[in-house]
């Protein structure tokens, strides 16, 4: 089993910044692919970013690329989210996910792809 923990979530203006934490349970974290999904309010959940379990590749929904990064740090079993030059359509709870990667051929954009899930924390980003 895999419990996560998001925070950082909060209240910013347009054009701001947000670093969301998510920290994992467990002593294989460092095999987990890990991701970050969000939902606005009457929509549907949306994949956001992903790092696969090897910590080498990453992808973004195309809204956030170049202004949204994802990282891990194994030793600290914990994966980020920095959001930059945020928007309003930014606003949303946004939660992680992992899931057991080593034998996943492609990232994962789906919430389907995903066994564990944290929370969520509130993002919301006024104009």
């Known amino acids: 089993q895999v419990q996560l923990v998001e925070s950082g979530g909060g209240l910013v203006q347009a054009g701001g910044s947000l670093r969301l934490s998510c920290a994992a349970s467990g002593r294989t974290f460092n095999f987990y692919d890990m991701a970050w999904f969000r939902q606005a309010p009457g929509k549907e959940r949306e994949f956001v970013a992903t790092?696969?379990?090897?910590?080498?590749?990453?992808y973004y929904t195309d809204s956030v690329k170049g202004r949204f990064t994802i990282s891990r740090d194994n030793a600290n079993n914990t994966v980020y989210l920095q959001m930059n030059s945020l928007k309003p359509e930014d606003t949303a709870v946004y939660s992680c996910?992992?899931?057991?990667?080593?034998?996943?051929?492609?990232?994962?954009?789906?919430?389907?792809?995903?066994?564990?899930w944290g929370q969520g924390t509130q993002v919301t980003v006024s104009s």
């Open positions: 996910a992992a899931r057991a990667g080593v034998l996943q051929l492609r990232a994962g954009v789906l919430p389907s792809s995903y066994d564990y």
């Open positions: 790092i696969r379990w090897s910590g080498g590749s990453t």
